[in-house]
């Protein structure tokens, strides 16, 4: 089965290990890579997508040496294997106008303002996940158990997965 | 008949002279005539009304008005003794144009229209005469019509004048105002940082305290031996965390790969953590080398690794706490605002501290620093530093992000030294060079933060004050660059100058 990776962009060490033990637990079913510019994410992307594998969900900050987050995560829109990708700006400093245009040109999925909860970080990770798998897999049974079951369940069902007989 | 004429040598006489208008006037024996007196603002013609005689003024003086379509009268001229009213109305028929009112008693002759016409008729030579005196009083009045209307000429490029000059003083005025404004907002905003860099470094100091003696003394405990520095497997971890060596995103990703590959059965949070090891903690793991690995390993080494996370930790803390130290630092040198602390000092912290309270905004340009041994100078760190701040984000709203912004200080001669800020942005365009030192000289759209175009006249005038000067030029190469140099002096010297 292809696997499907979570990307975390940061240029501060410290956000990407605590990323890391943040998403820890999800790592079984969704391996987390980490880059610290926007030029080391698209290697990172490039590696991913080279062996068949995807990636569901990307969480970036905005302000960093070289490319900017939200530059990164429009060019990731238009790109055509990271289009579903699920797009999340985790930052403290993105502002006003730098936002709208991550919403407008980069359609933006989520915002986390730094600094984050773990909780909230690995909700949002299930959440977002979550609406991945049920726009790219047919059958999303195989992630129920880690992602929002309900909301699966109910995909599931609709899809005439499983019939009621 | 002939009695009012004059001898030829007489004709240039001056006609004006009351007394020979009176003379003439009164030779003319069978001219119906008779002598009129007013008192002090009573009217003598209406403006408006038909008017059948010519008055001769005798004594006294007469204010001419002229009513037009205001309410108000406007007073038009002034006429004494010799002087004719009744003139225009009498040559052109139509009612009069102005009214005339006595200043003070008046005395007037006052002939009758049609007997000055019928005499005119009647005798030509007396005719002449007649003609010559009206001419003579129109033209008197046409040239003081003109010498009126030159003072109006006057008066009126002179408003111009004081017109201009009263505009120039309202822009001077709003524009000392803004700056006024503008000095008050960053004095406040210096006391609160420095306010605010007091509070923290309290806490700041004691979190650097404990952390530095966790670090010292955590270690011991893991002393087995009691031989300083031979830790058990645990301590070895520790240490090994707080010294954890650096690797970029890249290495630590090949890495943790590389050890997925060579222990399959380990996972990913694991494998990260083991690629952080440097390689001689990695062997005191004593860890085969592939092949997957039993699950009592595993559980050893994870817990072995909780302790490499404390010694990370820990000095994670140490360095974010002396990050923010630093910072509170620069913050309260950068705040210190205020006139008194002239001083001798090395401008060069200045530009370091101001560097650092901008990090978060420099960080997407590479920062090329030349900081050239240079004499300490006399005068204001604060002010110097906000020449500083304005430079550097000019440089940074000029130029495009990853491009390089120079900072560079060197002494030119024994008595000055020189400072340039050079961004890669898109330069000053040639004619404004001079200008953008001017006051409320912008070229941002909004109005925004602090964006009042204050910043390069509030420069100029702090470098001034230091007896220095600033300009600003374009690089051969693109982009612009500010120079600034300034009087290496003592503070005797500058005192001297200053009184």
Redesign the interface.
């Known amino acids: 089965m292809k696997k499907i990776y979570i990307l975390c962009v940061d240029?501060e060490?410290?956000v990407?290990?605590a990323v890391?033990?943040d998403i820890?637990e999800l790592?079984?079913d969704f391996?987390?890579?980490?880059?610290?510019s926007a030029d080391?994410a698209r290697?990172?992307i490039d590696q991913i997508y080279a062996v068949g594998d995807r990636l569901g969900l990307i969480l970036c900050d905005h302000?960093m040496?070289?490319d900017?987050g939200v530059e990164l995560l429009i060019e990731m829109f238009n790109d055509e294997r990271t289009h579903d990708t699920r797009r999340v700006l985790l930052t403290g400093?993105a502002g006003l106008e730098a936002t709208v245009q991550a919403v407008n040109a980069g359609q933006l999925n989520h915002y986390i303002a730094k600094p984050w909860t773990p909780d909230n970080l690995r909700q949002v990770a299930r959440d977002q996940l979550t609406e991945y798998v049920i726009q790219t897999e047919t059958d999303p049974r195989p992630y129920m158990q880690q992602l929002n079951m309900q909301k699966l369940a109910e995909v599931v069902y609709k899809r005439g997965l499983i019939s009621d007989e | 008949m002939d009695a009012f004429i004059q001898s030829p040598g007489d004709e240039n006489d001056d006609l004006n002279d009351p007394i020979k208008v009176q003379n003439i006037v009164q030779k003319i024996r069978h001219l119906k005539k008779e002598t009129v007196s007013y008192a002090p603002d009573a009217p003598i013609i209406n403006e408006g009304e038909s008017n059948a005689f010519i008055y001769v003024i005798l004594e006294g003086s007469v204010q001419l008005l002229k009513h037009g379509q205001t309410k108000a009268s406007m007073p038009v001229d002034r006429f004494g003794p010799g002087d004719l009213l009744g003139l225009t109305s009498f040559w052109s028929q139509q009612p009069s144009f102005l009214s005339s009112k006595a200043i003070t008693a008046v005395n007037c002759l006052r002939l009758r229209n049609e007997d000055v016409e019928q005499l005119v008729h009647e005798d030509p030579a007396f005719g002449k005469t007649v003609h010559r005196i009206f001419i003579s009083n129109l033209s008197k009045r046409y040239r003081r019509m003109i010498a009126l209307n030159i003072k109006v000429a006057e008066l009126g490029n002179a408003l111009e004048h004081e017109h201009a000059q009263l505009k120039q003083a309202m822009q001077d005025l709003e524009s000392t105002r803004n700056q006024l404004v503008h000095q008050e907002k960053l004095a406040t905003l210096g006391q609160l940082l420095a306010g605010i860099a007091h509070e923290i470094n309290n806490p700041c100091a004691a979190l650097n305290r404990g952390v530095d003696n966790l670090i010292r003394i955590l270690p011991t405990l893991f002393d087995t031996t009691h031989v300083f520095g031979k830790f058990n497997q645990e301590g070895r971890m520790l240490t090994a965390g707080m010294n954890c060596p650096?690797w970029?995103?890249?290495e630590?990703?090949s890495r943790m790969h590389q050890l997925l590959e060579q222990y399959p059965n380990i996972?990913?949070?694991l494998a990260?953590r083991m690629a952080q090891l440097d390689e001689h903690t990695f062997r005191s793991l004593h860890l085969p080398d592939h092949g997957s690995l039993a699950d009592k390993t595993i559980a050893r080494i994870s817990n072995l690794f909780d302790f490499y996370e404390i010694g990370?930790y820990l000095r994670?803390v140490q360095l974010?706490s002396d990050r923010i130290h630093k910072l509170v630092i620069s913050l309260k040198n950068y705040g210190k605002h205020d006139e008194a602390t002239w001083q001798m000092f090395d401008l060069r912290d200045g530009i370091r501290d101001t560097l650092t309270v901008l990090n978060?905004r420099l960080?997407?340009y590479r920062i090329q620093l030349r900081l050239d041994p240079i004499p300490p100078i006399y005068g204001s760190g604060s002010e110097l530093n906000q020449v500083w701040t304005n430079l550097l984000i000019n440089a940074i709203q000029a130029t495009e992000?990853?491009k390089t912004i120079a900072i560079s200080t060197e002494q030119t001669d024994p008595h000055s030294i020189m400072i340039q800020f050079s961004d890669a942005g898109t330069g000053i365009q040639p004619h404004l060079l001079e200008k953008i030192f001017e006051a409320n000289f912008t070229t941002k759209k909004s109005k925004s933060d602090f964006g009042l175009g204050l910043g390069l006249a509030i420069s100029k005038e702090i470098i001034e004050k230091h007896g220095g000067n600033i300009q600003a030029s374009n690089r051969a190469e693109g982009g612009a660059c500010f120079t600034i140099t300034l009087p290496v002096r003592s503070s005797q010297q500058s005192v001297q100058e200053h009184s």
């Open positions: 240029d060490p410290e990407l290990e890391e033990r820890a790592e079984d391996p987390l890579e980490t880059a610290e080391d290697t990172v302000v040496p070289g900017t400093q | 650096y970029s995103a890249e630590k990703r996972k990913r949070p990260r990370n994670s974010s978060n960080k997407h992000s990853g």
